[in-house]
């Protein structure tokens, strides 16, 4: 009989008020917070809230808000210099993934020291507490608040590094779905996507077990249900809460079996064309699932049982067909592109195909699909999601 575990941070502070947990929270922590936000959440009077919930507190902080993209590890070190010159003793992480992201690396380094690519693939274990972490989302996507998996860009190479320890886990999250309210349109999708895409990797995947699948069912559920509703009407504010705690639930759920195929090829196309990580998953997503549809035909079923119950007396393969169906409706009613409507150009793409595809084989995430892909299947899935067109067929 096979052992699983189950990671999740020590205090999970959810619903709408949350926020304001903040400064209670970081005062039993530390002395001296390093905020690692963006200006985006500084432009939105977010920044200026933790600020003085953190005063009140008696915390004293510091920002380094020059996380403009996708998380890098010139992000990192930047962020633990001024961590190490201002003596912080707590992280605090405001923002979507790329922030919390960012922050987990600058907690692990800044007790374990070296390079963050040493720590990619378990070629070196982080042994000393890291620094606490805090983490508060702001979009609903990753789940990155509440798993033990860092994605780094390592800026020498063009490879995303996906880094899972268990000292990447932060200490809290707190996650209040008013703050997801100001995500626009195209993000929402994004980052909505990506948190489905999380919660139907880590049904699929050949680690998953009992306590994933049942956060993964939940998790595709509120988002199916909900991310239309987000997309349409921003300010709906069940909606949003539906969307960010399903995101939770897939975050918690991928990190404790793991992500597939789609993660694996997403991150290569996203750190070589500057593909934010939402949109890449999305534009994958439909190839992938057609891919892989035959080698999980009962797993899909019963997501799609527990999704339409009122499909009774469909066979397995008529059920995967209608969820598979369902989900690229979904893609094309968000408006997700293909990767060549994106803007990416096609010679640039051929040329680098072959590391993409090394890349993704090389991340481990492909290994864990049901159907598991070698080399050239990769460069013709890549080759497919390029210029894939939705073709809807009625179950």
């Known amino acids: 009989m096979s052992v699983s575990t189950v990671h999740l941070p020590k205090s999970i502070f959810y619903g709408e008020g949350s926020f304001k947990k903040i400064g209670e929270e970081a005062s039993k922590l530390g002395k001296k917070a390093l905020i ?38 010139e992000y990192v070190y930047q962020a633990l210099a001024l961590t190490k010159d201002e003596c912080c003793d707590v992280v605090i992480a405001l923002g979507g993934g790329s922030c919390i992201d960012t922050a987990k690396a600058v907690a692990v380094l800044a007790t374990n020291g070296r390079d963050i690519s040493d720590y990619m693939n378990l070629k070196t274990l982080a042994t000393v507490k890291p620094l606490p972490l805090i983490t508060i989302p702001t979009t609903a ?21 996906m880094i899972k320890q268990p000292a990447f886990m932060p200490e809290i999250a707190i996650v209040d779905p008013v703050l997801t309210i100001s995500s626009p349109k195209n993000t929402t999708a994004a980052t909505g996507i990506d948190a489905l895409t999380h919660a139907l990797e880590a049904y699929i995947s050949k680690k998953a077990h009992p306590f994933t699948d049942h956060m993964a069912l939940s998790a595709i559920k509120l ?20 969307m960010i705690y399903g995101a939770m639930q897939a975050g918690i759920a991928f990190s404790n079996s793991s992500v597939c195929l789609v993660h694996g090829m997403s991150r290569p196309l996203g750190a070589l064309f500057h593909v934010p990580h939402g949109i890449s998953n999305a534009m994958l997503l439909p190839s992938v699932l057609e891919y892989t549809k035959s080698s999980c035909i009962p797993r899909l079923a019963e997501i799609a049982s527990y999704l339409y119950p009122d499909l009774k007396g469909f066979s397995q393969i008529d059920l995967a067909n209608k969820l598979v169906t369902n989900i690229l409706k979904l893609c094309q009613e968000l408006n997700i592109p293909n990767i060549k409507t994106w803007g990416v150009d096609r010679e640039a793409f051929e040329q680098v195909l072959g590391k993409m595809a090394k890349d993704a084989l090389d991340s481990g995430s492909p290994a864990n699909n049901p159907k598991v892909p070698d080399k050239n299947d990769i460069i013709s899935l890549y ?9 809807l067929k009625k179950v």
């Not at 860092?150 to 490879?159: A, L, P, Q």
């Not at 080759?383 to 073709?391: K, L, N």
């Open 223 to 242: 988002i199916t249900e909900n991310i239309l509703d987000a997309y349409h009407n921003g300010s709906n504010v069940e909606a949003r809460n539906n």
């Open 36 to 73: 690692i936000s963006d200006h985006v959440m500084e432009q939105l009077g977010n920044l200026e809230k933790c600020h003085v919930y953190l005063r009140e507190a008696g915390v004293e902080f510091v920002d380094y808000l020059d996380v403009a993209s996708e998380p890098t590890d």
């Open 141 to 161: 996507g990753t789940g990155s608040e509440a798993t033990d998996v860092t994605v780094i860009t390592n800026t020498s190479n063009d490879v995303k590094m």
């Open 383 to 391: 080759r497919h999601a390029f210029t894939f067109e939705y073709e």
